[in-house]
């Protein structure tokens, strides 16, 4: 073992997360004298402001996802573990299977769909944060459009035809907006005895305008876009109750039960459990949302070789707003603790205070439309939308990936199609305990409209 | 219901299987008084020749599907549903949810894999049939790699960088050359403790030689070039047993217990429950693979109205072999299928009977080798596999996916890259179960790693 020997004199340095703050930090860290190890469940990075395109057929689960050990070869030692604990004094992140000593830890474990309480929801609206929720909201939105055509009871059909996004932010306008353009262009050939543009999509969110982080001019624009794309925006409202084959609205006083058969989650985020175990394994501040409260340098009180990066960092620039979970903010974390640990190294003084570099804001409503917050300027329409694509493109991981993903796109453009509408999952026991509702019902409509079709 | 009225006078045609003999079948059928349904579990139509390239990483699942709905749009309608019996009678195809009233019936399901009475192996080593099995595969083979790369232990290392093909005909070879070239190259440079190209593939067929339906000289190119890609390959010899953690293997008298992690099965065919049920239902011979024996016009004897297409078809030339269980045997068939019965609808006189236009038999090896069978004379090496792409090209049946293939190709041969390596299914139920093994046993080796390595 003699290489190990050699490296045991490095300064061991632990990335948990290989999300857009774990695998920026790695990358950063360049100075020989690191030992950098990124640890993750997943063995791949996941493009994740793309993946409302897979869940909708527009890409394939590898267009938006990259190989770690491809991304961090010469750089970092990869891992592919689950972090169960940490143990501070010890310098050790405790795995499900072992443990790894550091003497930097970067904790960057993202964040997952918050359902506020109603965790029982989860399985009938399923929220879009990994690919197999991509893969499995997929089949759903498909298998929709197939039961429709299969049944001959006018009300099943309008249940199967009925999408209710819950969230009108970023994911859930791409979602609807995609969602649309499936059902009103791509699919409107595919069959016979429904018209999948008569697909009902109801956008629901609890504030009062879509994008509430975007100015309220973008908004406005939004909702214009999304309206005439035939979905139906319902502000101003909250989602009651999630059940089977229906989901109650509440809006001011009144309460409205609509009978919907596909019910997708996008309202709000919270930290994953592993935040929760850093918290407390360092005695450390949350907020409501699970979010750890990060010193300026994006270290933990009391614990100054413990770094937050992305989603999980709660940090308010001069006591204003907590920076958002977005993929910028991410990168330029981890790129900036990866700065502070690499001029420990040297001896050299330390960075100023994180700042966010904020360039702007995006959202893509559906094809060719988008809305960007520039901040100095705020555009929409096609114009947004090329630079959306762009600006995606530029950031895609891979080379290789963009150049794919590019003709897709350009393909998926002009013909209006969706090559990756695959259902799959099926006839495996995983997805079908949760798809069980869905196929059950489908069960019971379809011996009754075999009889009446010919 | 207006349009359904109309419909009642047509000649309905069922077709059941989207696979290559039915998807051609329904195709093929263009007269305007038939009424064509096209029946399958799944809504893509899956290009299986390509299968072994999901499983080593290469292309992703959407490249090598694409929606039935999409290939059929005018043709045919697409009913998702799962065929479970056979009224030939009453002259209905009984569905899980429902049933389907025919006046002819095309069956072309397909066929699976044969465990050869040890079915119990299946979850130990899995085939290659669907896009969830190669995803499986896929997730099997890269977490062999994680696994290996996090053990101190020598002897748990070899384990896990043990593969073991069942099964040298052509899907075995095309596993062996691709995961050769995927841990000799591709990977080369991703892991620190290991050495990829350390791997161990061993490739088992029970005759005296490989791809026993193409000629010796071909047979023998296959063998070396396999060699020289570091396949370990042992004919005449059976594997006897396959427990989790080893495998058996028995040539002559001898047996010998290979400690291996990973076992992949290729051994062998079988026709699928449905075609049992069909036989049964029809009073059918069948041969000791299941497949159903029919007359020369691929009806089955006494049912002038039933076809029978593909894998599922034993249909033997002259008293010869049967037709092998072939894309283009299955896609002729089909289209012949679809001949005899608008000819007698137009009241033609049937045609001849089936007749397989054999253009040559060919298989890929790994990067830039293929054997090629084209009866006027044999290739190998380089021409034949570019033979080999051209022709696979040429038949993957979208455009969009040709395209997408073709750059996703050129790009892997440049680079040797594999961008499509994702370890999917983690953390749902579905595979879970089937990877408890590989998982527990990782879990147990990677504690005693943890505490040796740095």
């Not at 399985?123 to 197999?132: C, D, N, T, V, W």
């Not at 001959?152 to 995609?178: K, S, Y």
């Not at 059902?183 to 009062?208: H, K, N, W």
């Not at 006083?253 to 459990?273: F, I, K, M, N, Y």
């Amino acid at each position: 073992m003699m290489p190990c020997m050699a490296e045991h004199a490095k300064h061991k340095v632990v990335v948990v997360g290989g999300g857009f703050g774990g695998l920026y930090a790695a990358r950063a860290m360049t100075n020989s004298a690191l030992q950098v190890t990124l640890v993750d469940r997943r063995n791949f990075h996941l493009f994740q402001p793309l993946l409302y395109q897979v869940a909708t057929g527009g890409l394939a689960p590898a267009n938006i996802a990259a190989p770690l050990r491809n991304l961090l070869r010469q750089r970092a030692r990869v891992l592919l573990a689950e972090v169960v604990d940490f143990d501070l004094a010890g310098r050790r992140v405790l795995l499900a299977d072992g443990e790894l000593p550091f003497d930097s830890l970067i904790v960057a474990a993202g964040s997952e769909f918050n359902y506020f309480g109603h965790d029982d929801w989860r399985s009938l609206a399923p929220g879009l944060k990994s690919i197999e929720d991509a893969t499995e909201i997929r089949a759903r939105l498909l298998t929709a459009f197939e039961m429709a055509e299969r049944t001959a009871d006018a009300a099943e059909r309008r249940r199967w035809l009925t999408f209710i996004i819950a969230g009108g932010g970023a994911t859930g306008v791409e979602l609807a907006g995609a969602l649309a353009d499936l059902a009103r262009y791509t699919m409107r050939q595919d069959f016979r005895a429904i018209d999948p543009s008569e697909a009902r999509i109801i956008l629901v969110e609890g504030r009062e305008r879509l994008l509430t982080t975007f100015p309220e001019d973008l908004s406005a624009h939004t909702a214009d876009t999304l309206r005439r794309l035939g979905v139906t925006i319902r502000t101003g409202t909250m989602v009651a109750d999630v059940r089977p084959h229906e989901v109650v609205l509440k809006q001011g006083d009144r309460s409205e039960t609509l009978p919907a058969e596909t019910v997708l989650w996008t309202a709000g985020v919270r930290t994953a459990g592993v935040a929760g175990r850093l918290a407390q394994a360092a005695g450390a501040e949350t907020d409501r949302m699970g979010r750890i409260v990060v010193q300026p340098d994006l270290t933990i009180a009391g614990h100054p070789n413990v770094f937050v990066a992305g989603d999980m960092a709660h940090l308010a620039p001069q006591g204003g707003e907590p920076l958002p979970g977005l993929a910028p903010v991410a990168m330029q974390q981890g790129q900036y603790v990866a700065q502070v640990i690499e001029r420990r190294i040297t001896g050299d003084p330390p960075p100023p205070p994180f700042h966010y570099h904020d360039r702007g804001n995006m959202a893509v409503i559906g094809r060719s439309a988008a809305v960007a917050d520039l901040h100095w300027t705020h555009v929409w329409g096609f114009p947004a939308w090329l630079a959306w694509l762009f600006i995606h493109l530029l950031y895609l991981a891979q080379f290789q990936n963009r150049l794919l993903v590019l003709i897709q796109w350009a393909w998926n453009y002009v013909t209006r199609s969706r090559s990756a509408r695959l259902i799959t999952g099926e006839g495996r026991s995983g997805s079908e305990a949760e798809r069980g509702r869905h196929r059950d019902t489908g069960r019971a409509s379809a011996v009754a409209a075999s009889a009446e079709t010919p």
